[in-house]
């Protein structure tokens, strides 16, 4: 069984200030997704990321996914509070198909 | 990405009673999904509904508990049967396949209460 663990699993701050979530793993993926998940609503993708080492940016996120291509990481910069939400990284395996593995999520408030 | 909807959105149901869920993509696509997720948990894959033939279940999920239709290629049901309380959750679909892609794109959800 694939596992994604995330880390934290919540986090509260201070808008304007700065943040990493983590997603990691002992089995190693095809490809990582990011999804964001706001109550009432289902999971919206942020990014895809298919290649070891590779480093996405959207806006104020950072997506990085590991060399090894078993974990990956979350930077927001100068959050808002429209960044609140549920955070969860999803992994394709090598040989799930296209089902994904969901990590156990990060649950972020950003205070103004 | 596409147009996704689930009916009902929420319910209250009573043990031991059914619910069938609908979701209905605005475009053809290869892959449907249907998810579980419990109060503040992340996402448990329960099945992979295939279109002509009968769905693909995850450990822990069998077809009598979850049946699934997938009729063609825009429409899918998921059927909570003989519901109880730990039935509670939301239940979500999702899409992979528009354009050749296999990103995975979600409805908002149907939330079910069981009394």
């Known amino acids: 069984t694939q596992l994604l663990e995330q880390s934290p699993q919540f986090l509260s701050i201070q808008e304007g200030e700065n943040l990493t979530v983590y997603c990691n793993s002992s089995s190693v993926f095809s490809s990582l997704q990011w999804y964001r998940q706001e109550p009432g609503e289902g999971p919206v993708l942020l990014v895809t990321?298919?290649?070891?080492?590779e480093v996405k940016k959207l806006k104020r996120l950072t997506f990085q996914f590991g060399d090894a291509r078993k974990d990956s990481s979350l930077h927001i910069t100068a959050a808002q509070p429209g960044d609140t939400g549920l955070y969860l990284c999803?992994?394709?395996?090598?040989?799930?198909?296209?089902?994904?593995?969901f990590g156990t999520g990060t649950r972020l408030a950003v205070r103004p | 990405s596409a147009v996704i909807s689930q009916k009902p959105s929420r319910d209250i149901c009573q043990r031991g009673t059914s619910l069938t869920i609908q979701c209905q993509v605005d475009?053809?696509?290869?892959?449907m999904f249907w998810y579980r997720q419990q109060p503040g948990q992340s996402l448990t894959l329960i099945a992979t509904a295939n279109q002509g033939s009968e769905a693909t279940y995850e450990s822990g999920f069998v077809i009598d508990k979850f049946p699934i239709s997938r009729p063609n290629l825009t429409f899918s049901t998921l059927t909570v049967s003989n519901m109880s309380p730990e039935d509670s959750s939301i239940y979500l679909c999702?899409?992979?396949?528009?354009?050749?892609?296999?990103?995975?794109?979600f409805g908002p959800g149907t939330r079910l209460t069981v009394l």
């Open positions: 999702s899409v992979a396949g528009l354009a050749g892609a296999w990103e995975q794109f």
């Open positions: 990321v298919v290649t070891g080492g």
């Open positions: 999803a992994g394709v395996g090598w040989s799930s198909g296209d089902k994904l593995t």
């Open positions: 475009s053809q696509v290869t892959m």
